[in-house]
């Protein structure tokens, strides 16, 4: 588990794992959502790397398009998470 939340990490798991992302890599605010590259199933993928990757827990009120348009949000709404659960602890 990361203490520490880094970009390079998230776009790593990303392009390795959701195929279509891919041929995107380096381009961190395309987004995944709208162009169709993210689908229910890789964001399931996504939050359950997110989660054990960061100890963190994500809600269903959080899976909205906001927290994953992009592999840039994807890592601030992880980085406002890890803050909340240190600031917790």
Sequence with gaps: MEDTVDLEHIRKFVVEHI???????GQ??????????????????VVTYLEEEFGITISDEELTPDNFQSIRTIFLFV???????????
């Design 79 to 89: 980085q406002k998470k890890k803050s909340h659960v240190q600031v917790a602890d």
């Design 28 to 45: 961190d605010d395309v987004q995944l959502l709208e162009d169709g590259l993210l689908d229910s199933l890789g964001i399931l993928d």
């Design 19 to 25: 195929p279509r992302v891919s041929q995107l890599e």
